[in-house]
């Protein structure tokens, strides 16, 4: 982490909850936090029926936020089962993930779709939440960095630096989503000092201004790893996001986290 950018953790609850279970959750989660949001910027993802719900819940009064987990990029129009960025803002969302893998492989969503997301997002005035990540094979190739960087690429070349430093960047290893096998917190953390690279030739001095996660089977017994590295500023969050207590704890220890951060800062 690094004292200059506030840290982020996004709950991705996937397909999972209905909108009562998202206020069942919502009334426990709430129930825990003292404070937490004031150093850590936390987002919730539900499904899109849950949205209204939560909406309104105002999650804002507690000061979380409300994310999607996809977006299109048209307005309006003829594009049956799809929902675009102002639908979102209406019913309370101020971020949205893109590009997430598990859209880009059983969905076939494709680099130029998600650079049309990402910037669709922005023009709503919305956090877009991207992310990146290599497959086991590519990895295994020597292939993560290069992979990265040419997602990198595709969503962002050429987006003016002022949208460009309202991005946040998600790098999940797609073989440590979901399988409970978390990246190396070192490994993560080589990878996101080569994303923040990737993102100054892209970006310039904006580059400093975007948060870099990491999602990949984080669990409150292994996420203050990941918070140490340098470059990793928060989470993206799936599996241990759906229960109250363990997304609390990941909350928790993030503030934490910047809490000692902001300590250390001030011993200098
Ligand atoms: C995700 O959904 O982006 C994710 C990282 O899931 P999990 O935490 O379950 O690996």
Known sequence: MNAARKPLLAANWKMN????????????????????????EVVICPPYPALPALQGADLRARGVYLGAQNVHWESRGAFTG?????????????????????????????????????????????????????????????RAEEVVAAQLTAALEGLDTGRAARVVVAYEPVWAI???????????????????????????????????LYGGSVAPD???????????DGGLVGTASLRPESFFALVASAANAATAQAGEGEAQ
């Open 82 to 142: 799809e929902v675009s960025p102002g639908m979102l803002r209406a019913v309370g969302c101020s971020h949205v993930i893109v590009g997430h893998s598990e859209r880009r492989a059983y969905f076939g969503e494709s680099d130029e779709a998600v650079k049309r997301k990402l910037r669709a997002a922005l023009e709503e005035g919305m956090t877009p939440i991207l992310c990146v990540g290599e497959t086991l094979e590519q990895r295994t190739a020597g």
């Open 178 to 212: 979901g399988t409970g096998r978390s990246a190396e917190a070192r490994d993560a953390g080589e990878m996101a000092v080569a994303v923040r690279r990737r993102l100054r030739e892209l970006a310039g001095p904006a580059a400093e201004k975007i948060r870099i």
């Open 17 to 40: 909850k209905t909108p009562e279970e998202a206020l069942a959750f919502w009334r426990e989660f709430s129930g825990r936090l003292s404070g937490e949001t004031g150093r850590v």
């Open 222 to 232: 292994n996420f203050a790893q990941f918070l140490a590295e340098a470059e990793v």
